[in-house]
Structure formats: structure tokens, C-alpha cells
């Protein structure tokens, strides 16, 4: 099943997509809202399936589905928290800037928590405050959770993985050394992130969901040209219910939670990269790599082995304000 | 106007309550939760005003308000940010750990995002998981925003203040530093905070809000003897307004934001410590307190010159589960 939310009012209007994406039909008889929904998953979940299977076999009103029309599935949320579950890319930080890893770096997942209230739709513009600030895109992949008690052991945290998304988490890179600096996470370095226009169960993603990760490259764009389609399912050193489980073990995570993998990165170097400061990491000899500009456009998607779009595409431009 | 709201829900019931905390009346004829009537602040703050007035003129149906059946004003938020404002308790913090002040300390707050999505009410028990984690009280006072856009001046950000409060941010001290040596902020050594029974208007605070801080003492008891009481006026290196400028530094803060001030702390350490880690680090010689035990009880309030409770008792009792 494939949920999207429509770029009405601050929290979207609940619509079923189409598994090829191409149609969609208003949820609003099962709940107004995708956070309504999470809020009482048991009850709400059965009943879009059944909306989901009848739209797929032609039997309910439909309409044409547009990315442009839709919010991100969740348009504001509880709680955003963003780990970094591919190690490879901290390593690569840490080593850019002289740093050395976390000591516990390998048992222990790094993780943040940052701004959720006001998220932007899947191709809505980036918006530069200023160009000195050099902003990046993260290409991730991230879950969405209903209500996970405190201390929840890795294999419960599994059952409670209701949907999963793509995030453009985008970052102010020469903000962050001063962020980091002060050592209690990113306040003005991280701006409004992006989410792909569906959220997918992980049933719908049948065998490309295994060992809780997503097992499918994911394909960066930076103005029509590749830089990175790194596998999503490989060099994940923590998976999701490892991450979950972290993220509860002195507190309840409540529904609606929305937890990503940090930003996607492979140890095979001709995957390329998911984001502007890693490519950077890894050039050799001084970086010559620029950080985004007005004009310039980001598209971040996950193809299945036949070509079809899993989550539809974040397809966004930058724009000086 | 002081507004609460009943432990209903997810989002609590919106009444407002009598200057004398004493009485309280629906008001769900305006909105049904605060975080509605913060959505369209300026079509229901009037309304809530004059609800507030009849309240205590006796012209609207009241019933006896009752802290025990309060939820936390926000029983959850899109946003919970809290600062280090009062850099006396930072500079003792660090100094206890043999940490330098980060070097931009006296001109850039620091601040972090933590968990808003399971708030505790003002009287709900502190859940101790594990005697071993350090269980910690915070004293704090808080904000809470309506639509902050972007890069909003000192001068604006003081209107968007709608509510004051005050915050138990509890605190894992034996999860602390592990947390600190990955340098990206809480996940698991700050837990589940309550805040004050019911939320204030700047304007209810009369002289007592003034150039953005509230200029009141914050009693702190801990099983009935009084560990602190510092001015919240005193020793405030960065008042609301330049929190608020900060956090909006490069993003919108939406309406419900709540910004924390931080531990309060007086240099005059006749006026005792708002948090047992501080204590600790005025003791002389080796640390004797220690933290929060099973059956301990906190209270937090700030009382006006009258000895009248301006936002009720923050009242909670350590339990282990």
C-alpha cells in the first residue's frame, strides 16, 4: 500500500496512490490525515488496504495522481530523529575535518533530533538564505512508526515500522563547525527537509525489505546528472530496528515518529555519493566540488529492478529568497 | 489568561482557568486543544480573553480546576528547543567535567531540539527505568510561539511569545556523557518532560515580564526543603527574544513551538541550585547529593510577590517501573 497526503492545511489530506503511482483516491472516509491514521493504525490500516485493493482494481473514483499537488505524506510531525546508520560516511567526515570517530561509533548508533514542524512537499523549492551558508542535500531512507513503548527489544521494534519514505535532509554546511562546536546538535544548520510523495509499506515492498533495511540502490540527481546510486541495503551498519530500539531505550516513541538512516553511503567509491560533502571527502587533491546554487535542481529516487518508481521522486530546485 | 488543558486524548481539552488557579471553564467553543487555538492565535486569543473575563466575573458555567486532572498545557508539541540561557550553570557544567566553554558561549546561546511527542502532566510520576541512570530535575521556564517565520528580528520575536510556562526537563546524568562525546545532541539521556499546570499570557505576568525574561524566583523543593530559588530575571545571558531570533535563525518555527530557557541559575549561590548536577558542582570537596531515588517528590513554582501561584505546581514522584 501506497499513502500520500495532499497539500492542504498544515497536516495534508489522507489519499491511497496507486502502486504504479499513477492514480489515487481521497482516504478521507478512514481518517482525514496521515498522523490520524498512524494514531490508530489497527483500525485504520485494514481499511485502507481494502482501499488500496479496490483502487488498484478499478472499483472506487480516482483521479490522476501529481506529485506537485502533494505535501510530504506527513507535512509536520512529532518527532523527526536522524541517525547515522552508514558508518562509512562518518568516517569520511570525521576524517575531513581531523576528527576521530566516537569511540563506540560501531556499537552504538550516532542520532539526532531536529526540526519537524515544518516540513516541505516532495518538489517544492529549496530555499538558499544565503549562499555562503553552502547547502547540501542528504539523500536518506527513513520509517515511520506508530506508538513504540520505552525499552522496546529490536525484534518488536520491527512490528512497528508502519511505512517508509525517502528524505532530502538538507544541511547548511559552514553553519555545522560551529553547531558541532558547542556539541548539543544542529539548530540553524538543518532546514525544512523534503519527503518522497508516497510512503510504502514494507509489505508492499515484498523482497526488497529484508533484515529491516531497504535493499534498493537509491539514485541522486544533481541537474540531470548521476552522483550517487548507492545500494540503501548495503553497509548499513545499524538497520532500523537497531536504530528504533536505541531511540527507546529510556523513552516511548509515540505515533507518527519519523526515523531516518542518515545519509545513504556505500564503502564502493563508484557508487558515488548522496550527498555534496561526501563526493567532496573523497575527491582527490584539494575539493573542487561546490556546495548548491540558485538554479541548480536535486532529484532523489528509489527504482525497482523493473524501472518503476517506489516512492516517487523528490525533485527539487534551489531558489535564493 | 491562563489557559490548561484536561487530561483527554492525545492533545488535551482547552479550558481556561481563573487568575487564582481556584476555578476553570470549557472552552471548547473556541477550540477544542491549545494547539488549535496557537494554529489561529489571532481569531481565538480574543475569544479565549473574553472567556477568561467572564471566568472571573462568575458569568460562565466553572467548575473547581484541579492540577491532578490537568494534562501538560501541550500534552505534546511539534517542537521542544531549550537553550542554555543562564551560562553560570553552563560555566559550572563544563567546569565540572574539566570542559572549556565553547568559545562563541557569550554571544551565541547553545541549544538543542529534544523529545515533544509524550509530554507527562504537571503531577504524573518520573518513571526511573534504572537507579544507575541519575535521574535529574530541571527547573526551567518556557515559551510558547504562534507562526515564527524565518529570520525573524529580536524586536518581532518578542511578539510571537503567546505563553509562558514552566518545565521539568528531566535528565539521565549517567547517560549524559556518553551522548556528549558523540556531540550531536539527547536521544536517550533526556526523558519525558511535565510541564506547569497551566500556561500564562506575557500580559497576565504584568510587570513581572519584562525585556523578554520573567522576573520572578523559581522555587525548587525536593522532598519539601527548598534546594533553589533564583530569580529567572537575574543572570539571563540571552532573553526569549534572542533565543527565539536564534532558533529562527534559518527556519520557520511553527505555531506550538515551546523554546526552554534552561536550568536556572543565579552567580549568587546563596539562591541554591534548579538541578541536582549543579548542586553537586558547588559542593565542596567531593560531591555528597545524589540523584533521584525512588519516592523522592519535586515540586517547581513560581510564586508572585502575594505569595499567589502564577502557573501551579509542577508536583512529581520518582518511581521505578
Not at 523527526?80 to 576521530?100: F, N, S, T
Not at 542528504?138 to 506508530?146: H, S
Amino acid at each position: 500500500m501506497k499513502l500520500a497526503s495532499l497539500n492542504e492545511g498544515r497536516d495534508g489530506k489522507l489519499i491511497v496512490v496507486s502502486h504504479d503511482l499513477k492514480t489515487a483516491t481521497l482516504a478521507s472516509g478512514v481518517a482525514p490525515t496521515l498522523q490520524t491514521a498512524l494514531e490508530d493504525w489497527t483500525n485504520t490500516e485494514p481499511k485502507l488496504e481494502k482501499l488500496a485493493a479496490h483502487l488498484e482494481a478499478g472499483k472506487v473514483d480516482s483521479f490522476a495522481f501529481d506529485a506537485n499537488s502533494a505535501a510530504s505524506p506527513l507535512p509536520r510531525a512529532y518527532q523527526w530523529l536522524d541517525a547515522g546508520a552508514y558508518i562509512h560516511h562518518m568516517e569520511l567526515a570525521r576524517r575531513a575535518r581531523g576528527a576521530d570517530m566516537p569511540p563506540n561509533a560501531l556499537t552504538e548508533p550516532a542520532m539526532h533530533q531536529g526540526a519537524s514542524d515544518d516540513f516541505r512537499g516532495p518538489t517544492a523549492d529549496m530555499e538558499l538564505i544565503d549562499p555562503e551558508h553552502g547547502l547540501d542535500l542528504e539523500a536518506e531512507v527513513c520509517v515511520v512508526l506508530d506508538d513504540v513503548p520505552v525499552g522496546v527489544s529490536e525484534d518488536q521494534a520491527a512490528g512497528h515500522i508502519k511505512l517508509l519514505m525517502l528524505v532530502n535532509d538538507l544541511t547548511l554546511r559552514n553553519i555545522l563547525p560551529g553547531e558541532l562546536a558547542k556539541g548539543v546538535g544542529f539548530i540553524q544548520s538543518k532546514v525544512a527537509n523534503s519527503y518522497s510523495p508516497v510512503a510504502v509499506t514494507p509489505a508492499a515492498l515484498g523482497e526488497h525489505w529484508k533484515d529491516g533495511k531497504l535493499c534498493l540502490p537509491i539514485q541522486c540527481h544533481l541537474n540531470e546528472t548521476l552522483m550517487g546510486n548507492p545500494d540503501c541495503g548495503v553497509d548499513m551498519t545499524f538497520n532500523f530496528p537497531r536504530l528504533i530500539s536505541h531511540a527507546a531505550k529510556t523513552r516511548n516513541l509515540r505515533a507518527g515518529t519519523i526515523l531516518g538512516s542518515g545519509t545513504v553511503s556505500n564503502r564502493d567509491h563508484s557508487k558515488g555519493s548522496c550527498c555534496l560533502a561526501e563526493k567532496r571527502m573523497i575527491e582527490t587533491g584539494e575539493a573542487t566540488t561546490q556546495f548548491l546554487s540558485t538554479g541548480d535542481t536535486v532529484q532523489i529516487e528509489v527504482l525497482d529492478p523493473n524501472g518503476q518508481s517506489v516512492f516517487g521522486a523528490i525533485r527539487q530546485r534551489v531558489v535564493q529568497v
